[in-house]
């Protein structure tokens, strides 16, 4: 068990006496920290023998020139735990990149000591290796959450710089395991000179962990799912980076109970190098064998990677991953866009496909798609990891049927089709059903790509209004890339898995009983190419 460190207060020395003898906390207020402090300070590489204070507070950064430091804690909690929960206060100005809060694998980066600076990774389009900051804190086996607080306007449309907009530069990422995996933008003000208190919970769940962001009163995420992050022994640790002022208290780290084991999963790689070049069919699929249809099991996380030739195609690329059912209907697991000209990395994606578990098992036709016409093309590999529930988790509603709604083109460049095209739907709740969800995924093509369009979903005569259209596009997780990845588009973000939308109709549906739904977006004519691609479903879950 470490000592915590020495303060002045009374009735602070009593909370950390209290959590140092739980050992699952790691607290400290900054007040008097000696040569004995469980955590280490290090600022250009170098590890210094006290941290620097200034008015009961961490200096992380000093004003004078661009530093990068970083603060490590010594491990608190042993063995992985269910949740953790952390609570800060940061105080910022001046020119600054950003900061992060890092869980620290101790099996990697031991159980004390200095954190571990972040490595070089992809080329910039200016031909550079992207610099590393504690702003992109990208470490193995790690989860962390940054705080980014520098992007500034920029109106080239093809150089590394995203913010073409203007919009206002703070943001706030999650990474695992070396890569960014969400990248949110941050409405409070976080470099004001003025405290702020942050909070991030982290609550391992089966297949991932569902993170949480507050900043203040402001929820920037909340319970963001991450596939395939596991309960692991960690620590915690601060990074910064800057020529700005930055400064940290009240820290304080709670470790929940321990996690019970986490049941091995069951891993089907069911695409390996299947190579889509111009020329070619740009579907590839093949029989695969899948989960026994008796096995347990409660979440579906569907990998894809996209990788290659160096001679690739380098345009942004709509992609998908496909099944067919016993009828031969093919359904959209997946729709993914490739980045433009990242040659010297793979592409990967991790995507809860648990919607379709039912359609996962035993013998299936699987598929991957990519629209290739120069270079080489793509190759491409496709994984299904099944997770079963361990014992101390929760349970999951699990898919008992999902029912196809609008699937294909809708074209608004032919008079009536899109009306014909979503027609409304008569579906039948099953018995049994505790939850049901329209799920709907939409890209816009052609002169739909770069139109906003509003639409509206109807349920039994409830309506959902929604906007077609993503103005993050720049925070996607492949940048920077060489091409216009960063205007906003119609649900079309290069290097981003397309997010579907999502509407609760479970209250205006009894099971045994029917649900009318329509779909219906704005009136828009051209004569031009102009597609919305649509894949709509409803999900019963039990």
């Known amino acids: 068990m470490h000592d915590v460190p020495r303060i002045t207060s009374l009735l602070i020395m009593s909370v950390l006496a209290a959590a140092a003898m739980a050992g699952e906390d790691t607290v400290q207020d900054f007040a008097v920290v000696d040569a004995g402090s469980p955590s280490v300070f290090r600022r250009r590489g170098k590890v210094e023998k006290k941290q620097p204070l200034k008015d009961g507070r961490a200096q992380m950064l000093f004003g004078r020139s661009w ?62 290796l992207a610099t590393p900051d504690w702003a992109e804190p990208n470490l193995r086996d790690s989860l962390a959450v940054a705080f980014d607080v520098r992007n500034p306007k920029d109106e080239d449309w093809f150089n590394e710089n995203g913010n073409f907009y203007g919009r206002p530069e703070r943001e706030v990422s999650v990474h695992w395991d070396g890569r960014e995996i969400a990248n949110v933008a941050c409405t409070p003000e976080l470099a004001d000179g003025k405290p702020k208190k942050c909070r991030v919970t982290v609550e391992f769940v089966t297949g991932g962990a569902e993170v949480g962001v507050h900043v203040g009163d402001t929820a920037v995420l909340e319970r963001r799912f991450i596939p395939h992050v596991l309960p692991y022994e960690c620590r915690a640790a601060f990074g910064a980076h800057g020529a700005g002022e930055m400064f940290l208290d009240d820290v304080r780290v709670g470790f929940g109970p321990k996690a019970a084991p986490t049941p091995p999963p069951i891993i089907v790689p069911a695409l390996r190098k299947a190579w889509i070049r111009p020329g070619a069919a740009a579907t590839h699929a093949r029989e695969v064998e899948l989960l026994p249809k008796g096995a347990a099991m409660e979440r579906v996380i569907l990998s894809v990677t996209y990788g290659g030739p160096m001679a690739r195609d380098y345009w942004d690329r709509g992609a998908a991953a496909y099944v067919w059912d016993d009828e031969g209907t093919r359904h959209e697991l997946a729709r993914l866009i490739t980045p433009f000209m990242l040659f010297d990395t793979d592409y990967r994606y991790d995507i809860d496909v648990t919607d379709f578990a039912a359609l996962l098992r035993g013998k299936r036709k699987l598929g991957v798609h990519v629209g290739t016409n120069v270079g080489r093309g793509f190759l491409v590999d496709a994984t299904l990891t099944y997770y079963r529930r361990p014992d101390d988790v929760e349970r999951r509603p699990q898919t008992m049927r999902i029912v196809p709604l609008w699937n294909g083109r809708a074209k608004f460049n032919q008079p009536g089709h899109v009306a014909k095209f979503f027609a409304p739907r008569e579906i039948k709740v099953p018995e049994g059903t505790k939850r049901a969800l329209v799920r709907i995924t939409v890209t816009g093509h052609g002169v739909m790509e770069f139109t906003e369009l509003s639409r509206t979903l109807t349920a039994n005569g409830k309506a959902f209004p929604n906007l077609l259209w993503k103005t993050d596009c720049y925070l996607n997780p492949h940048r920077p890339q060489f091409g216009t990845w960063k205007f906003d588009r119609a649900g079309w973000c290069p290097g981003s898995a397309v997010e579907p939308w999502t509407i609760d109709v479970t209250d205006l549906g009894k099971p045994g009983g029917t649900l009318q739904l329509s779909y219906a977006p704005d009136e828009f004519t051209t004569k031009k190419w102009a597609d919305h691609r649509v894949e709509a479903y409803i999900v019963f879950q039990k």
């Open 67 to 128: 530093h990068k430091t970083s603060l490590g804690f010594a491990r608190t909690a042993e063995s992985p735990r269910r949740t953790v929960e952390a609570s800060f206060t940061v105080t910022l100005s001046g020119q600054n990149e950003g900061f992060c809060f890092l869980l620290l694998h101790t099996g990697r980066f031991d159980d004390k000591g200095a954190a571990w600076d972040p490595q070089p990774t992809r080329k910039t389009p200016a031909g550079k």
